[in-house]
């Protein structure tokens, strides 16, 4: 029987279409071993009681960011229903934006182990380089393409990396592992341009990203 995922895609800074396409592909066919409903975030705290194998999760916490009056959509309240889903033994992917502009004293933040700094301008060359060490990086070839060059906070002692990144920018962690209470969580900052979707070397990340959170 398929796993059942929801997944929270674009925002907007990223058009939600080619995420979506690029998660199907890297996930196959409908029918196969994952069931993915695309929802909206106003609906992720019922989706979260419906129980489900796990959550990807691409899209950042401010509405309407260039703006003087910034909105960010994820309260209290959300963050600790987030917690609780992944503490019960629920799995979650936080992909790109995923990361980005939540409060970093929060917990969801505090979840995730890390959080977005920021990243140059223009877009650069990136250089992802898996650790062999890792199950996530097992076997894997080092990959590039143009892409946002997310530079991370991580806190070193809670999580595993398994990939790393590196620019004419400068070098930064690209993904991690975490346990928290009895679930997963997984934080993953390509890609999201055609380019870097369509990779086949991400999307084999991606694959072993999703099957790290769902167990």
């Known amino acids: 029987m398929p796993k059942k995922l929801y997944a929270i895609v674009g925002d907007y800074y990223h058009e939600p279409t080619i995420i979506r396409d690029a998660l199907q592909q890297s996930l196959g066919q ?61 799995g979650w992917l936080a992909w790109h934006s995923g990361m980005a502009s939540f409060p970093t004293d929060g917990a969801y933040v505090s979840m995730l182990g890390g959080y977005f700094l920021r990243h140059p ?12 060490s890792h199950e996530l990086g097992s076997g894997m070839a080092t990959f590039a393409f143009a892409d946002e060059h997310y530079f991370m906070h991580h806190d070193t002692d809670a999580v595993d990396v398994f990939l790393t990144s590196s620019s004419v920018d400068g070098d930064s962690v690209a993904g991690w592992t975490k346990l928290h209470g009895n679930g997963k969580v997984c934080c993953l900052t390509p890609a999201h341009m055609l380019e870097g979707l369509n990779d086949p070397e991400f999307q084999k990340v991606l694959r072993r990203a999703v099957e790290f959170v769902t167990g």
């Open 30 to 90: 409908p029918g196969g071993h994952y069931d993915v409903e695309f929802i909206d975030e106003h609906d992720l705290t019922a989706a979260l009681n419906d129980d489900p194998a796990g959550v990807i999760f691409f899209k950042e916490d401010r509405v309407n960011p260039e703006t003087e009056d910034e909105f960010h959509w994820m309260k209290d309240d959300i963050q600790e229903e987030i917690d609780r889903y992944v503490r019960q033994g629920g």
């Open 121 to 132: 301008r223009e877009h650069q060359v990136v250089i992802y380089a898996p650790r062999e």
